[in-house]
């Protein structure tokens, strides 16, 4: 007998013993964290213009956009603007070192793919195309002969930005780069004598580098 109750005591020590382990509770596997992903928009087409305030200034300009993927688009884009003193003559003008007269319209069309790589018309930007840009344009400076070009220029142009989108509905671009190309073209000089002494013209074929750069306001739409 007392040897049962000792078996049956060990039986009820392992049983209370194996009751005591915690039982294994499934644990759901986390997704891994990391920062919410925006959602990259839908829309197709885009549709820019420069801002309101260069319209005052005689410059406008329009871009048109199609999206290729989820980081891709092509933009095309006309411009029209006057010919501007640059940085350097303005500030010598300030100065008073003499003025100089500049005027004529110069006219450019271009086209770029355009890479987002945080999402579609959203962050930074890089761009990357070509132009045309020609020029009828001339420069006076004060008691000197008035210099007149006419001329077409082939280049290319990489630019770099940032892009705001608004309401997945619109979008603020501000962008700034440099072109480089060749020139060709006519430049003719008007003496500026009492004599009407005659214009003298002789053909041009350089290369061009200059700062380019823009500001567009634009419209999202399209499936």
């Known amino acids: ?8 005591a060990v039986l009820c020590s392992v049983r209370v ?12 596997v ?32 329009a871009s048109a956009y199609v999206r290729l993927d989820e980081h891709w688009a092509v933009r095309g884009n006309l411009a029209s603007y006057q010919n501007s003193a640059p940085l350097g003559a303005s500030i010598a003008d300030l100065r008073g070192d003499g003025g100089t007269g500049y005027g004529g319209t110069i006219f450019d069309v271009g086209i770029a793919v355009v890479w987002y790589p945080r999402r579609m ?12 840009r020609d020029r009828d344009v ?7 002969n008035k210099h007149f ?4 220029e082939y280049a290319g142009r990489a630019l770099f930005g940032w892009s705001w989108l608004i309401r997945e509905r619109a979008f603020i671009a501000i962008a700034a780069g440099l072109s480089a190309g060749p020139e060709a073209g006519n430049e003719t000089y008007t003496p500026n004598t009492p004599d ?6 002789k053909r041009v074929q350089r290369m061009q580098s200059e700062g380019e750069g823009y500001i567009r306001i634009g419209v999202v739409f399209g499936p």
């Not at 959203?122 to 761009?127: A, S």
Request: aromatic share 12%; glycine share 6%; net charge neutral.
């Open 1 to 8: 007998m007392r040897s049962f109750l000792s078996v049956l």
């Open 17 to 28: 013993h194996a009751g005591a382990e915690p039982a294994p509770v499934p644990v759901p």
């Open 30 to 61: 986390a997704a891994a964290a990391s920062a919410p992903v925006a959602e990259t928009p839908s829309s197709r087409f885009a549709l820019a213009v420069n801002a309101p305030l260069g319209w005052a200034m005689r410059s406008f300009g």
């Open 121 to 132: 018309w959203d962050g930074f930007l890089f761009e990357i195309g070509a132009l045309r």
């Open 138 to 144: 001339y420069v006076w400076p004060e008691f000197e």
């Open 149 to 152: 070009t006419r001329s077409t």
């Open 196 to 201: 009407r002494m005659p214009t003298t013209t």
